[in-house]
């Protein structure tokens, strides 16, 4: 399941309506009644446009019909999400097209876009609720529950919050991409041009790289937060050029020192230090830095820590900002926070015990319960898993964080 724009141009002014008719009818119904589709979109020609347009956005799957409904109507599907988001970056001039996708994670893709001037961003679409455990009930029907746990409603909450971060982070300096826009499910922000950590296979001075992730993870927790997945996948390494020019022995020579800068991404599982499992997941991001370096790169640091208790004292001191708070305060209530949190560790622990299994469900007409239909995603994903595996390592010259001559 990946986003396909190819209707995206051919939707009419009225297809839109309707469209977005069907996704404010969602907030209060699973199945949106056919005849409050009708009253919603306010079409002027009437019922028999607004049957032309579910039409038309039934057969490009936007929206889509559930087998043994008691009543005629529809709901939105995530290709229908994802249509509606992007109109809206696109009306504001935020993503003009849509180009190759560039990862895929179990609760996300990402995309590279283009504004109208070329200019290329990330598009990153939130995909919780995307993985259904069918052997795990419960948790489906959780996913799938009308109100708090439904897909939309979770995936939605995992933008908001990563980009109510992203912009608190920045505003306090972190090295992180520039939040460019946010409209539901999707955020729009800078392309970083880097490797991901885990593409690096070394670095010239992994001493420095690892000190500065380590302060990187003390900086957030004195601002009362940890990253909570800080991870090779989720650092991404960038290379600063600078030249300086000098003159020797009356002739201009020119030096060009090239600096690694790691920036952080993926926020939506980012904690507070005042967490009842805060230190768990200090210790877990330390632990995995640590880990990674030691494996990547032979580094074991000299110094045991950093230490939670230690970090803990630091939260809020020399004037430093509380972002956890101003994040709440910024809208996100505690409960959106419990909500999400519990959404994205059941995710994981299923990912991690093997159980996922692709959901195709809510792009279907259907709903469906057997396991022989269409396995077309379960087998990319194995690809991407192969592709993941087979991907290239790069190496960083040494030459890299002093002068090339
Ligand atoms: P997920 O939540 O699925 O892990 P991430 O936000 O971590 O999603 O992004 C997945 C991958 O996409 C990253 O590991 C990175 O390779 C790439 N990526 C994400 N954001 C950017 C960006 N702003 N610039 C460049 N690459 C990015
Ligand atoms: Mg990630």
Known sequence: MFLDTRVLRHLTAEDWKVLAAVEMGSKNHELVPTPLIERMSRLKGGVSGVHRSIATLAKSGLIGRMKEAKYDGYRLTYGGLDYLALHTHSSKDVVYSVGSRVGVGKESDIMIVADKTGKQKILKIHRLGRISFRTVKSNRDYLRNKQGGSWMYLSRLAAMKEYAFMQALQEEGFPVPEPINQSRHTIVMSLVESLPLRQVSSVPDP????????????????????????????????????????????????????TLVPIIIDFPQMVSMDHVNAEMYFDRDVECIKRFFKKRFHFVPTQPGPFFKDAKKTVGKDGAKRLDAAVEASGFTKKMLKELEKAIQEQQAKIDAGEAVEEDELDEDEDEEDDNEDDSDDEEDEEDQQEEEEQAVFEIPASVGRPLS
């Open 207 to 258: 001493a420095s790289l690892y000190a500065e992730l380590i302060d990187l993870i003390l900086r957030l927790a004195k601002h009362g937060l940890i990253h909570g997945d800080f991870n090779e996948f989720n650092i991404l390494i960038k290379e600063e050029r600078t030249n300086k020019y000098t003159i020797e022995d009356g002739e201009e020579k020119e030096t060009e020192t090239v």
